[in-house]
């Protein structure tokens, strides 16, 4: 239990990291400095304040400051990694593979909420990803139990399968619709998914991310929300396809095989 708390605890620290990158990262800001700062009125948050959720919970949502609101998205962040954390303790219970899956799982969250606020997925998440899955391969349990050499090469092999699946579908959509269907950014992150989950994964992540994004785009347009033409972001439907594969990769043929 001590172990399964001190887990979830490290993930809403980094879930409040991943704040400052959300919010800074799209604007070319540093993420390290200067200080936390309130949105609204620019003051420094001291550290007492800057505690992951319970800060939040304290000060009613507000800024001590200013009394400005502060979103509840903050204290949703820190507890989605919170969560992962120890989901990702909970399945694997092996320390070297957990700390990577959570770190890739941060970068996920960030490229969901960036391309969620932006349409856009800034390179140096989906590059440092893709880097992140080949030298963690050696522990990647999703990449069989073969010699070190042998995940690095399924790891890489994932990465360049996923990336040419992505442009394909990108170059086949544009042809077919005459507009933009992918993004170069969507490209890379399909690539650095294919360096933690493989072929297998990257297949799986399309199936996930399309039936989900299909879905959510159809309840908008029913809603009339969105018009039939207009775009939605496609990064966060597979960054949520990503985070399954870290936990089960569905067996080649799902649902329609065994």
Request: charged share 15%; aromatic share 12%; net charge positive.
């Amino acid at each position: 239990m001590l172990i399964d708390a001190a887990v979830f605890w490290l993930g809403a620290c980094l879930g409040s990291f991943l704040n400052v990158v959300i919010c800074r990262l799209p604007k070319d800001e540093s993420v390290v400095r200067p200080r936390s700062r309130c949105p609204r009125c620019g003051i420094s948050i001291a550290f007492y304040d800057n505690i992951p959720v319970l800060s939040w919970i304290f000060l009613r949502g507000r800024c001590r400051s200013c009394r400005g609101r502060i979103s509840a998205r903050y204290p949703a962040v820190e507890l989605l990694m919170a969560g992962a954390c120890l989901s990702l303790w909970l399945r694997w219970e092996s320390g070297p593979w957990v700390l990577a899956a959570s770190l890739a799982s941060a970068v996920l969250a960030a490229v969901a909420f960036i391309d969620w606020d932006t349409f856009l997925i800034p390179d140096e998440l989906s590059l440092a990803l893709c880097a992140l899955g080949i030298l963690a391969s050696g522990v990647n349990p999703l990449l069989g139990q073969a010699s070190w050499l042998w995940r690095a090469a399924a790891s890489a092999g994932g990465a360049a399968f996923g990336f040419a699946l992505c442009w394909g579908i990108a170059a086949l959509g544009e042809r077919l619709f005459k507009k933009e269907a992918m993004g170069g950014g969507d490209i890379k992150l399909l690539a650095a998914i294919g360096a933690w989950g493989g072929v297998l994964g990257v297949f799986d992540c399309v199936l996930i991310a399309s039936f989900v994004g299909v879905l959510y785009g159809g309840a908008l347009m029913v809603r009339k929300k969105i018009k039939r033409d207009e775009p939605i972001p496609f990064g966060p439907f597979l960054a949520l396809g990503a985070a399954v594969n870290f936990f089960y990769l569905l067996p080649w043929g799902f649902p329609f095989l065994r």
